[in-house]
């Protein structure tokens, strides 16, 4: 099959290639350049006046998630339900242009999150190719654990539980035989902001973190490594410290932090728009407020961290807010101070090592994986085409057509 556009992007050059085209045979791609040859036989599927990218990566997403509360979901919802919810968000997110997505928990749902991953690898439902953590690990009485509700009704926790270095080992093995591919951490608990400064309490201990953070080398033979929920400090110098691989949310890094972030690679993931859709769609004026200051503190941070070579991946916390439409976090780092070029190579080059798979997906080269995509418009003049998405190909199979 070639595939054929008006242009390619260069992702590790930022620039276009024009005209552009892609040879697939089978699940990788053969060769990309202006022009490949044509074998006898192959079919040619002109796109036009669009652009070929890479397939695009989501580093946090939530398929068991919907809009609506997250808790109650967990308690109101059977798994079986949550289930087939979770296909038709993975379905949602692949037509949307997102071939490859790290699961962040299934909150709640244990390893059913390993289901969906082999039925999407098996051919069985359409969906991009995904790393899974099953639940997220929480302290009892961490972040989300069901607070607020009557401890006589004991609702369950949307996570599992470890109050030690040793319960982290004993869930991250657990977990592991139940089919993750790597553990997500909660390492902060509730924020609060005043006078301008985030507080935010740390969960667990660097001493602890390292310890999670040499299971999963172990575990994964260091092709995944540990993402936390984390958004300030100390808790963010904590994890750094321990070397997990991802800061999700990063709504404050300390210079310190920063530094170290930047000499390790580690990377920070915005999940701006989360952010954004609570300050608009939530229950209160008081919540849309808070999320509303919430995301100026964060963009005021994002140019620090920039400022800083804190490098960053791409991911959009979508669940709570409607699959498929996470296209909008590629908009809003360009609107808080990050270049197109930078914003693709940050989503695809750093996402591909982010999630395992760097030199197999994030650039449509030879020998990758013939995840494809076609956009209208220029995603370097305009990134809002990535949210204009009209051909969608995972592993040589087309999924989309104009």
């Given at each position: 099959?070639?595939?054929?556009?008006?242009?390619?992007?260069?992702?590790?050059?930022?620039?276009?290639?024009?005209?552009?085209?892609?040879?697939?045979?089978?699940?990788?791609?053969?060769?990309?350049?202006?022009?490949?040859?044509?074998?006898?036989?192959?079919?040619?599927?002109?796109?036009?006046?669009?652009?070929?990218?890479?397939?695009?990566?989501?580093?946090?997403?939530?398929?068991?998630?919907?809009?609506?509360?997250?808790?109650?979901?967990?308690?109101?919802?059977?798994?079986?339900?949550?289930?087939?919810?979770?296909?038709?968000?993975?379905?949602?997110?692949?037509?949307?242009?997102?071939?490859?997505?790290?699961?962040?928990?299934?909150?709640?749902?244990?390893?059913?999150?390993?289901?969906?991953?082999?039925?999407?690898?098996?051919?069985?439902?359409?969906?991009?190719?995904?790393?899974?953590?099953?639940?997220?690990?929480?302290?009892?009485?961490?972040?989300?654990?069901?607070?607020?509700?009557?401890?006589?009704?004991?609702?369950?926790?949307?996570?599992?539980?470890?109050?030690?270095?040793?319960?982290?080992?004993?869930?991250m093995r657990l977990q592991h035989k139940e089919g993750a591919d790597f553990?997500?951490?909660?390492?902060?608990?509730?924020?609060?902001?005043?006078?301008?400064?985030?507080?935010?309490?740390?969960?667990?201990?660097?001493?602890?973190?390292?310890?999670?953070?040499?299971?999963?080398?172990?575990?994964?033979?260091?092709?995944?490594?540990?993402?936390?929920?984390?958004?300030?400090?100390?808790?963010?110098?904590?994890?750094?410290?321990?070397?997990v691989a991802s800061i999700d949310h990063a709504f404050y890094l300390s210079?310190?932090?920063?530094?170290?972030?930047?000499?390790?690679?580690?990377?920070?993931?915005?999940?701006?728009?989360?952010?954004?859709?609570?300050?608009?769609?939530?229950?209160?004026?008081?919540?849309?407020?808070?999320?509303?200051?919430?995301?100026?503190?964060?963009?005021?941070?994002?140019?620090?961290?920039?400022?800083?070579?804190?490098?960053?991946?791409?991911?959009?916390?979508?669940?709570?807010?409607?699959?498929?439409?996470?296209?909008?976090?590629?908009?809003?780092?360009?609107?808080?101070?990050?270049?197109?070029?930078?914003?693709?190579?940050?989503?695809?080059?750093?996402?591909?090592?982010?999630?395992?798979?760097?030199?197999?997906?994030?650039?449509?080269?030879?020998?990758?994986?013939?995840?494809?995509?076609?956009?209208?418009?220029?995603?370097?003049?305009?990134?809002?085409?990535?949210?204009?998405?009209?051909?969608?190909?995972?592993?040589?199979?087309?999924?989309?057509?104009?």
């Open positions: 099959m070639v595939l054929h556009a008006k242009r390619m992007l260069d992702v590790a050059a930022g620039r276009e290639v024009s005209p552009g085209e892609v040879l697939v045979a089978g699940e990788r791609i053969v060769a990309a350049g202006s022009h490949v040859d044509r074998p006898a036989g192959a079919e040619v599927i002109d796109l036009g006046d669009r652009t070929l990218v890479p397939g695009l990566i989501d580093a946090h997403v939530h398929l068991f998630l919907h809009p609506g509360a997250e808790d109650l979901q967990t308690v109101g919802e059977s798994v079986p339900q949550r289930v087939i919810l979770a296909e038709i968000a993975a379905k949602a997110d692949l037509m949307a242009g997102f071939t490859a997505e790290r699961d962040m928990g299934t909150e709640g749902a244990g390893s059913a999150s390993t289901a969906i991953r082999k039925a999407i690898d098996a051919g069985l439902i359409p969906g991009p190719r995904m790393r899974m953590s099953g639940n997220a690990i929480d302290i009892l009485g961490g972040h989300e654990d069901a607070i607020g509700y009557n401890p006589a009704a004991r609702v369950p926790s949307n996570a599992d539980y470890a109050d030690s270095a040793e319960d982290l080992v004993r869930v553990a997500k951490i909660y390492e902060t608990g509730p924020d609060t902001m005043k006078d301008g400064v985030l507080t935010t309490p740390y969960q667990y201990t660097e001493a602890e973190l390292r310890a999670a953070v040499v299971e999963q080398a172990r575990l994964s033979g260091g092709g995944m490594g540990v993402a936390v929920h984390c958004t300030g400090e100390p808790a963010a110098g904590y994890a750094v410290a321990a070397g210079d310190k932090t920063m530094a170290e972030m930047k000499a390790k690679q580690i990377y920070a993931v915005p999940t701006f728009t989360i952010v954004e859709y609570f300050g608009a769609h939530s229950d209160t004026a008081a919540i849309g407020s808070w999320n509303k200051t919430l995301q100026a503190f964060h963009a005021a941070q994002f140019k620090r961290q920039l400022a800083a070579g804190v490098p960053f991946a791409v991911g959009s916390d979508v669940g709570p807010f409607p699959h498929g439409t996470q296209a909008r976090e590629f908009e809003l780092m360009v609107q808080y101070g990050m270049a197109p070029a930078d914003v693709l190579r940050a989503d695809l080059l750093n996402g591909a090592k982010l999630l395992g798979w760097a030199g197999q997906i994030g650039e449509l080269k030879a020998g990758y994986y013939a995840d494809v995509i076609a956009v209208e418009g220029n995603p370097l003049e305009d990134i809002s085409s990535l949210a204009k998405v009209g051909f969608v190909m995972k592993d040589g199979t087309v999924y989309r057509r104009p």
